[in-house]
């Protein structure tokens, strides 16, 4: 069986080996939209639970949107040039709108990258900034939420008359699904508000997981953070597949009341993305969706949580992720090169303070702790791959060939060609996000 797994930005094609019972797991998803510019003008003249945008941006004299970095795939280029002229039209003069990128802790984005995410027009007429959460004065103190989590957000976006978001939903390794709210925090959050959100407090809570915002405790934090820092408009798209090795194009659009458009959004995903199995395999083949997903080692490993879900326990697990620019961020890349086993650092962690980044590890660690984890990630540094908490390989037909080493032939093998784009779960522990706002 011939394989063509989304890796870097060209993919990967592999044989696979039989006799092994193989499910293929496709990214399902709507069809794409035959006029995409057409429904992002719609969505905004008649946004759901609310007036429209440019009826929302009269009597206001600024505006701030929030972004997502360059490691998500949005198609900005398509939604602010309309977004942008709604907003001019209802009189807030270009000198007075902020777009701001919802970095979180990941490192600014260069230039060139501002012009990929924003769009070349945009990013050479508009004023865009980077986030800087480790730069406390930059951001204003709204209090702390009901269960104890200092709020600060970003001051520029906060000082706005208008706080708008764009980006886009897919299911999120701890919140659930992406979008909405986490353009907020942890987007433009300070870092002392974004460690307390991945604190062992949500990070080990079994309801922050992939698929599922009811009663997720970090989907609720986030909204209360949203709701201090009026949180006003949003707009997210739904992707759907890529034909090729481009940008996915646009499958649906979500703008309006921050909480209802969200939840629309949600909703849209859920039905269009969910697969279910009707018991866990033995192992899963899987990815992190390619560019620009799979950047870095940080990023990968939500290919590795999501594949969690359907594999047995002490089941096996290979990622194949190209980790183009290594490991990650500066505290990410020397806590992954340390010796020190999965079960050390959930203990570890457990009782020291929050340290940045901590969380991806911990995500890992609670896989790794359960499952034999493999890995093909030729950009990871060297020092890196002793501290994997799995077996790391230097080709990927090498790393299938382990994989499946001394597996019976009945063994079934699940194939994720485009890891976390796939929502998949056995039939038995289906999550519902589908409960009413």
Same mark, same amino acid.
């Given at each position: 069986?011939?394989?063509?797994?989304?890796?870097?930005?060209?993919?990967?094609?592999?044989?696979?080996?039989?006799?092994?019972?193989?499910?293929?797991?496709?990214?399902?998803?709507a069809?794409?939209?035959?006029?995409?510019?057409?429904?992002?003008?719609?969505?905004?003249?008649?946004?759901?639970?609310?007036?429209?945008?440019?009826?929302?941006?009269?009597?206001?004299?600024?505006?701030?949107?929030?972004?997502?970095?360059i490691?998500?795939?949005?198609?900005?280029?398509?939604?602010?040039?309309?977004?942008?002229?709604?907003?001019?039209?209802?009189?807030?003069?270009?000198?007075?709108?902020?777009?701001?990128?919802?970095?979180?802790?990941?490192?600014?984005?260069?230039?060139?990258?501002?012009?990929?995410?924003?769009?070349?027009?945009v990013?050479?007429?508009?004023?865009?900034?980077?986030?800087?959460?480790?730069?406390?004065?930059?951001?204003?103190?709204?209090?702390?939420?009901?269960?104890?989590?200092?709020?600060?957000v970003?001051?520029?976006?906060?000082?706005?008359d208008?706080?708008?978001?764009?980006?886009?939903?897919?299911? +999120?390794? %701890?919140?659930?699904?992406?979008?909405?709210?986490?353009?907020?925090? $942890?987007?433009?959050?300070?870092?002392?508000?974004?460690?307390?959100?991945?604190?062992?407090?949500? %990070?080990?809570?079994?309801?922050?997981?992939?698929?599922?915002?009811?009663?997720?405790?970090?989907?609720?934090?986030?909204?209360?953070?949203?709701?201090?820092?009026?949180?006003?408009? %949003?707009?997210?798209?739904?992707?759907?597949?890529?034909?090729?090795?481009?940008?996915? $194009?646009?499958?649906?659009?979500? @703008?309006?009341?921050?909480?209802?458009a969200?939840?629309?959004?949600?909703?849209?995903?859920?039905?269009?993305?969910?697969?279910?199995?009707?018991?866990?395999?033995?192992?899963?083949?899987?990815?992190?969706?390619?560019?620009?997903?799979?950047?870095?080692?940080?990023?990968?490993?939500?290919?590795?949580?999501?594949?969690? +879900?359907?594999?047995?326990?002490?089941?096996?697990?290979?990622?194949? @992720?190209a980790?183009?620019?290594g490991?990650?961020?500066?505290?990410?890349?020397? %806590?992954?090169?340390?010796?020190?086993?999965?079960?050390?650092?959930?203990?570890?962690?457990?009782?020291?303070?929050?340290?940045?980044?901590?969380?991806?590890?911990?995500?890992?660690?609670?896989?790794?702790?359960?499952?034999e984890?493999?890995?093909?990630?030729?950009?990871?540094?060297?020092p890196?791959? @002793?501290?994997?908490?799995?077996?790391?390989?230097?080709?990927?037909?090498?790393?299938?060939?382990?994989?499946?080493?001394?597996?019976?032939?009945? @063994?079934?093998v699940?194939?994720?060609?485009?890891?976390?784009?796939?929502?998949?779960?056995?039939?038995?522990?289906?999550?519902?996000?589908?409960?009413?706002?």
């Amino acid at each position: 069986m011939r394989i063509n797994f989304a890796f870097g930005r060209n993919g990967l094609p592999l044989d696979l080996p039989g006799p092994f019972r193989y499910k293929v797991l496709e990214a399902r998803s709507a069809s794409p939209l035959d006029q995409p510019e057409a429904a992002i003008e719609r969505a905004l003249d008649s946004p759901i639970g609310c007036g429209s945008l440019v009826s929302l941006a009269k009597n206001n004299k600024s505006a701030a949107i929030s972004v997502c970095d360059i490691t998500r795939p949005i198609p900005n280029g398509q939604i602010l040039p309309p977004l942008l002229h709604r907003l001019e039209t209802a009189g807030i003069p270009r000198d007075a709108i902020t777009i701001v990128i919802a970095t979180g802790l990941h490192r600014p984005a260069t230039d060139a990258e501002i012009a990929e995410i924003c769009g070349d027009f945009v990013a050479g007429n508009y004023r865009v900034l980077n986030h800087q959460a480790r730069e406390l004065r930059e951001h204003r103190f709204l209090g702390a939420t009901q269960s104890g989590t200092p709020v600060y957000v970003d001051e520029r976006f906060l000082a706005a008359d208008l706080h708008i978001t764009v980006g886009f939903i897919e299911p +999120h390794l %701890m919140l659930g699904f992406s979008g909405g709210r986490k353009l907020i925090a $942890p987007g433009l959050a300070a870092e002392t508000t974004i460690k307390a959100l991945h604190s062992p407090k949500f %990070m080990r809570d079994q309801r922050a997981v992939e698929g599922s915002i009811d009663d997720n405790p970090l989907h609720r934090e986030l909204l209360e953070i949203a709701r201090l820092a009026r949180h006003d408009f %949003m707009v997210d798209v739904a992707l759907a597949r890529s034909p090729g090795a481009g940008p996915r $194009p646009i499958a649906a659009v979500f @703008a309006g009341d921050p909480l209802q458009a969200h939840h629309r959004g949600v909703q849209f995903v859920s039905q269009t993305m969910l697969q279910s199995l009707e018991n866990p395999v033995d192992a899963v083949i899987t990815t992190a969706a390619g560019y620009p997903l799979d950047l870095t080692f940080y990023q990968a490993i939500k290919g590795i949580s999501a594949a969690a +879900h359907i594999v047995k326990p002490g089941g096996r697990i290979l990622l194949l @992720a190209a980790c183009e620019e290594g490991a990650g961020g500066r505290e990410f890349s020397e %806590m992954s090169s340390r010796p020190c086993s999965d079960r050390e650092f959930l203990a570890q962690i457990a009782a020291d303070p929050v340290t940045i980044d901590q969380w991806q590890l911990e995500k890992l660690a609670l896989v790794t702790t359960n499952a034999e984890v493999h890995y093909y990630v030729p950009g990871l540094p060297t020092p890196c791959h @002793a501290s994997l908490w799995g077996t790391s390989h230097s080709s990927a037909d090498g790393a299938v060939r382990a994989l499946l080493q001394g597996l019976p032939s009945t @063994a079934s093998v699940a194939v994720i060609p485009e890891g976390p784009y796939v929502l998949a779960l056995p039939d038995a522990t289906i999550l519902n996000p589908l409960q009413p706002c």
